[in-house]
């Protein structure tokens, strides 16, 4: 039973590049599983590692960590291609991927890993491959925020004979450890102007509270954890395709007659939806009040726009997951990038107002799937090509750029911020008058039973605490 | 019913992409959620699109009162929950929205009650805004699943030159086999006295609630009026046990009338109107061998003439307010609904004057 892969035709003329350049090349696999088969968009190769960036991974283990200190002793300026097939770091592929699939929209994903290669430059091209593999998918799994539990879960390998071109294709499951994989089939196919493209923003308004004992997380920890509650909510929040409730099991494309063949083939347009995603109240009911003390408050207002992109024959649910997908990990991608540069102010009261920054979106040549990169205030637009050609392996010029779907926050949006949301200084609750001058910062989420009687809200709001 | 929502609909949020503002400093968070009950008025002919407005303009308003409601009663850390009641002070037509902290008990409350009948200059001797005193809505779940009030029901024609001198005020149909206890044939005193007990839970004069027939011959037996073994039998009780349980209980005090026979309760309208307009509580009527509790009457000063709204303890259906009305269990009778030469006592309880 093996996975049929269907694979854009451009990515032979990638392959040739490659075999041109004369060296061996580790890489991903960039697109979509389905159940019936999988697409891939293209292959991306994995840049040569610097030296000192590879030691930034805070997750290797702690033999690979030794090899690396063992490493530096032997230092060089700038990036360096391993010696050998059998020197290549998974974690540094693993890296690669987590920056790739910031770069991708919903939908698409590390799919696989590729090796391109003389046939006799290792033992152990296939062992290799899978090491990286299953590495590669482990460092992706802790961003998988919205697992299904229909999730397929077998991914790619090929190995590229770059005397002969013949591929040799592999899928694992990579959610057990003991599988020894099974063959598949690769096939060339024109599949890069049949995406659909699916369309949504979402409005985000967020308090987080950091508890007292989480005050020496890192910063971005503390981010993640409280945005968890929205995550969880996107997880029951159900979906409006082109305005309409349709059924999770139901084709997207319900158009009826026989597709266009053959001759058609140049008008193909490409299709494409708007989805509304309405969120459901999460289920964190308190049945008391309770009172905790917090080190701080952050607030994380603003709208972002998401896409992704789909093939085959998606259900509505497969659609409405994808958009999910997109959302949650443009947030999160947003607020790692801001947290990597970020400075954080030693005060122990002050307010700090950080941008995350502005999402672009670019459209891959030849097909109709766009990718997307984040840019700060301080950037230039040329930064943003020469990260896509780096990471991606993708050439791309400044035109192609999609740079006015979100704005980047001005001061008229702080300030509308900071005024509903003052926290008062120094105040002193005195709990028998009754006239203190406190502000509330309040959130409110709605489940109703009726209109008039019995609505239940979740309520979060400060009360500034003097030393009483 | 769900409220869901959309994620893409904007009215206050910003359109730029997303910022953070980070508030470092340590602060007191308080988790909490807040049970709204909001009561609007609409005019008739107000355009259906312009309620959520309306509606949404006074959850917020609760939301601000519910707010400074935690904020006047934390107590050394511990936070009540505020809760939304809905009262219309007698013979008014508005309605006040009140909130009390949960947990924090009527009789503690008292000085905040005290404000509110002087804001709202309502009358400083009688409890109007204790939680049992909350408006019940029509439709509401009465707990314990009694039917309140079944005589507002009852449409009928008044005799000629008459007046209508009614109970005022909620109180809870209690009668033979409920609470799964079959006291039929002997409990119908118990029964009203039960009702009776109901209508002072509902105007705020006690917090107990209605007596179990355990309870009620506790009580006698407590006082000495009856001996132990009193309790667990199915001995019948008169209207002067019902005011000594209605004393011993909760703390109210009654009046007896007596007629000598039956055919006399229909010269007794003066003295029942006038019960009934000052006191306004439902009366317990015994004499030959059943119980009754009279609600009302229809009496005309003119004529003379008099008919009695009855609420018929012997009843052994279930809660079913048609049946209730349609059988006459509660309903308009004439003076020869008595037993014409029996004596007849009647338990008039007495209003305390004490409290708010």
């Given at each position: 039973m093996g996975r049929s892969i269907h694979a854009d035709e451009a990515i032979q003329n990638y392959i040739e590049e490659l075999i041109k350049s004369g060296q061996w090349n580790v890489g991903l696999i960039l697109g979509q599983v389905t159940k019936q088969r999988d697409y891939v968009l293209r292959l991306s190769r994995t840049p040569d590692p610097v030296e000192d960036e590879v030691s930034e991974e805070e997750e290797l283990p702690a033999e690979l960590l030794e090899e690396l200190v063992h490493k530096k002793?032997?230092?060089?300026?700038?990036?360096?291609?391993?010696?050998?097939?059998?020197?290549?770091?998974?974690?540094?592929?693993?890296?690669?991927?987590?920056?790739?699939?910031?770069?991708?929209?919903?939908?698409?994903?590390?799919?696989?890993?590729?090796?391109?290669?003389?046939?006799?430059?290792?033992?152990?091209?296939?062992?290799k491959l899978r090491q990286i593999l299953y590495q590669v998918h482990s460092s992706l799994n802790q961003y998988q925020i919205l697992n299904r539990d229909n999730d397929i879960t077998d991914r790619i390998t090929i190995h590229i004979d770059s005397l002969t071109r013949k591929i040799t294709c592999r899928t694992y499951d990579v959610q057990d450890n003991r599988s020894t994989g099974h063959p598949a089939e690769w096939k060339y196919q024109a599949i890069n102007d049949k995406w659909i493209q699916l369309n949504?923003?979402?409005?985000?308004d967020m308090k987080i509270a950091v508890p007292s004992n989480k005050k020496s997380s890192p910063l971005i920890k503390q981010i993640q954890i409280g945005l968890?509650?929205?995550?969880?909510?996107?997880?029951?929040?159900?979906?409006?395709?082109?305005?309409a409730i349709r059924e999770a099991s139901e084709p997207l494309d319900t158009s009826s007659g026989k597709k266009s063949r053959g001759r058609d083939k140049g008008l193909v347009v490409p299709q494409s939806y708007n989805i509304e995603i309405l969120t459901k109240q999460a289920d964190n009911k308190v049945s008391a009040p309770i009172l905790s003390k917090v080190s701080s408050l952050m607030v994380l207002r603003g709208q972002i726009v998401s896409r992704a992109f789909i093939q085959g024959k998606p259900t509505v649910g497969d659609a409405i997951h994808a958009v999910k997908v997109d959302l949650a990990r443009s947030l999160?991608?947003?607020?790692?990038?801001?947290?990597?540069?970020?400075?954080?102010?030693?005060?122990?009261?002050?307010?700090?107002?950080?941008?995350?920054?502005?999402?672009?979106?670019?459209?891959?040549?030849?097909?109709?799937?766009?990718?997307?990169?984040?840019?700060?205030?301080?950037?230039?637009?040329?930064?943003?090509?020469?990260?896509?050609?780096?990471?991606?392996?993708?050439?791309?010029t400044e035109e192609n750029l999609e740079l006015d779907l979100e704005r980047p926050a001005a001061e008229v949006d702080w300030i509308s911020t900071a005024s509903e949301h003052e926290i008062p200084t120094d105040m002193e609750v005195d709990t028998e008058t009754t006239n203190s001058n406190s502000n509330f910062v309040t959130y409110i989420g709605l489940a109703a039973s009726g209109i008039v009687a019995g609505l239940a809200m979740v309520y979060n709001f400060y009360i500034a605490g003097g030393d009483s | 019913m769900d409220v869901l929502q959309r994620l893409s609909n904007n009215n206050i949020i910003p359109t730029c992409a997303p910022f953070i503002q980070h508030n470092i400093g340590e602060e007191n968070c308080l988790m909490v959620d807040l049970p709204v009950d909001v009561l609007c008025f609409v005019p008739l002919d107000l355009p259906t699109k312009d309620i959520n407005q309306l509606i949404c303009d006074t959850i917020s308003r609760q939301i601000e009162a519910m707010g400074c409601n935690i904020?006047?009663?934390?107590?050394?850390?511990?936070?009540?929950?505020?809760?939304?009641?809905?009262?219309?002070?007698?013979?008014?037509?508005?309605?006040?929205?009140?909130?009390?902290?949960?947990?924090?008990?009527?009789?503690?409350?008292?000085?905040?009650?005290?404000?509110?009948?002087?804001?709202?200059?309502?009358?400083?001797?009688?409890?109007?805004?204790?939680?049992?005193?909350?408006?019940?809505?029509?439709?509401?779940?009465?707990?314990?699943?009694?039917?309140?009030?079944?005589?507002?029901?009852?449409?009928?024609?008044?005799?000629?030159?008459?007046?209508?001198y009614l109970v005022k005020g909620n109180y809870t149909y209690h009668h033979y086999m409920q609470d799964n206890f079959d006291?039929?044939?002997?409990?119908?005193?118990?029964?009203?006295?039960?009702?009776?007990c109901s209508w002072f839970r509902f105007q705020g004069y006690t917090e107990r609630p209605v007596p179990t027939h355990k309870e009620i011959q506790q009580a006698l037996v407590d006082i000495g009026d009856k001996d132990p073994k009193f309790i667990g039998s199915r001995k019948w009780i008169g209207s002067l046990e019902v005011s000594y349980c209605l004393d011993n209980l909760i703390g109210v005090t009654?009046?007896?009338?007596?007629?000598?026979?039956?055919?006399?309760?229909?010269?007794?309208?003066?003295?029942?109107?006038?019960?009934?307009?000052?006191?306004?509580?439902?009366?317990?009527?015994?004499?030959?061998?059943?119980?009754?509790?009279?609600?009302?009457?229809?009496?005309?000063?003119?004529?003379?003439?008099?008919?009695f709204l009855i609420l018929d303890p012997h009843y052994t259906g279930g809660e079913y307010i048609r049946e209730v009305l349609d059988k006459g269990w509660c309903g308009w009778k004439g003076p020869d609904f008595w037993d014409q030469t029996a004596m007849y006592n009647m338990c008039l309880p007495q209003i305390p004057s004490n409290a708010l």
């Amino acid at each position: 039973m093996g996975r049929s892969i269907h694979a854009d035709e451009a990515i032979q003329n990638y392959i040739e590049e490659l075999i041109k350049s004369g060296q061996w090349n580790v890489g991903l696999i960039l697109g979509q599983v389905t159940k019936q088969r999988d697409y891939v968009l293209r292959l991306s190769r994995t840049p040569d590692p610097v030296e000192d960036e590879v030691s930034e991974e805070e997750e290797l283990p702690a033999e690979l960590l030794e090899e690396l200190v063992h490493k530096k002793k032997v230092k060089k300026k700038g990036p360096k291609k391993p010696k050998s097939l059998d020197d290549v770091n998974e974690g540094w592929v693993a890296t690669h991927a987590k920056q790739v699939l910031r770069m991708l929209p919903g939908g698409l994903d590390v799919i696989g890993v590729f090796i391109l290669s003389p046939p006799n430059i290792s033992q152990n091209v296939a062992t290799k491959l899978r090491q990286i593999l299953y590495q590669v998918h482990s460092s992706l799994n802790q961003y998988q925020i919205l697992n299904r539990d229909n999730d397929i879960t077998d991914r790619i390998t090929i190995h590229i004979d770059s005397l002969t071109r013949k591929i040799t294709c592999r899928t694992y499951d990579v959610q057990d450890n003991r599988s020894t994989g099974h063959p598949a089939e690769w096939k060339y196919q024109a599949i890069n102007d049949k995406w659909i493209q699916l369309n949504t923003s979402a409005f985000l308004d967020m308090k987080i509270a950091v508890p007292s004992n989480k005050k020496s997380s890192p910063l971005i920890k503390q981010i993640q954890i409280g945005l968890n509650p929205f995550f969880k909510s996107l997880t029951s929040s159900i979906g409006i395709i082109n305005g309409a409730i349709r059924e999770a099991s139901e084709p997207l494309d319900t158009s009826s007659g026989k597709k266009s063949r053959g001759r058609d083939k140049g008008l193909v347009v490409p299709q494409s939806y708007n989805i509304e995603i309405l969120t459901k109240q999460a289920d964190n009911k308190v049945s008391a009040p309770i009172l905790s003390k917090v080190s701080s408050l952050m607030v994380l207002r603003g709208q972002i726009v998401s896409r992704a992109f789909i093939q085959g024959k998606p259900t509505v649910g497969d659609a409405i997951h994808a958009v999910k997908v997109d959302l949650a990990r443009s947030l999160l991608s947003r607020c790692e990038l801001l947290c990597e540069d970020l400075a954080i102010t030693e005060q122990d009261k002050a307010v700090e107002l950080y941008n995350t920054p502005v999402r672009v979106f670019v459209i891959v040549p030849d097909s109709s799937v766009e990718i997307c990169d984040y840019i700060f205030q301080d950037e230039r637009t040329d930064e943003v090509i020469d990260r896509i050609k780096e990471l991606l392996d993708v050439n791309l010029t400044e035109e192609n750029l999609e740079l006015d779907l979100e704005r980047p926050a001005a001061e008229v949006d702080w300030i509308s911020t900071a005024s509903e949301h003052e926290i008062p200084t120094d105040m002193e609750v005195d709990t028998e008058t009754t006239n203190s001058n406190s502000n509330f910062v309040t959130y409110i989420g709605l489940a109703a039973s009726g209109i008039v009687a019995g609505l239940a809200m979740v309520y979060n709001f400060y009360i500034a605490g003097g030393d009483s | 019913m769900d409220v869901l929502q959309r994620l893409s609909n904007n009215n206050i949020i910003p359109t730029c992409a997303p910022f953070i503002q980070h508030n470092i400093g340590e602060e007191n968070c308080l988790m909490v959620d807040l049970p709204v009950d909001v009561l609007c008025f609409v005019p008739l002919d107000l355009p259906t699109k312009d309620i959520n407005q309306l509606i949404c303009d006074t959850i917020s308003r609760q939301i601000e009162a519910m707010g400074c409601n935690i904020r006047d009663n934390i107590d050394n850390g511990k936070v009540f929950l505020p809760e939304a009641f809905h009262f219309q002070p007698p013979e008014s037509d508005y309605f006040l929205s009140i909130i009390y902290p949960k947990d924090i008990a009527d009789d503690n409350l008292e000085s905040s009650r005290k404000k509110l009948h002087e804001v709202f200059c309502l009358p400083s001797n009688r409890p109007l805004l204790k939680r049992n005193n909350k408006y019940i809505f029509g439709g509401e779940e009465i707990p314990g699943g009694y039917l309140l009030n079944p005589h507002t029901q009852i449409n009928i024609q008044p005799l000629k030159d008459s007046k209508f001198y009614l109970v005022k005020g909620n109180y809870t149909y209690h009668h033979y086999m409920q609470d799964n206890f079959d006291d039929n044939k002997w409990g119908c005193a118990y029964r009203s006295l039960q009702t009776l007990c109901s209508w002072f839970r509902f105007q705020g004069y006690t917090e107990r609630p209605v007596p179990t027939h355990k309870e009620i011959q506790q009580a006698l037996v407590d006082i000495g009026d009856k001996d132990p073994k009193f309790i667990g039998s199915r001995k019948w009780i008169g209207s002067l046990e019902v005011s000594y349980c209605l004393d011993n209980l909760i703390g109210v005090t009654s009046k007896i009338l007596s007629v000598s026979a039956g055919a006399d309760l229909a010269n007794k309208g003066r003295e029942l109107a006038q019960h009934f307009s000052t006191q306004g509580t439902p009366v317990m009527i015994g004499g030959g061998v059943l119980a009754h509790t009279i609600l009302g009457i229809n009496f005309s000063e003119v004529t003379g003439d008099i008919r009695f709204l009855i609420l018929d303890p012997h009843y052994t259906g279930g809660e079913y307010i048609r049946e209730v009305l349609d059988k006459g269990w509660c309903g308009w009778k004439g003076p020869d609904f008595w037993d014409q030469t029996a004596m007849y006592n009647m338990c008039l309880p007495q209003i305390p004057s004490n409290a708010l």
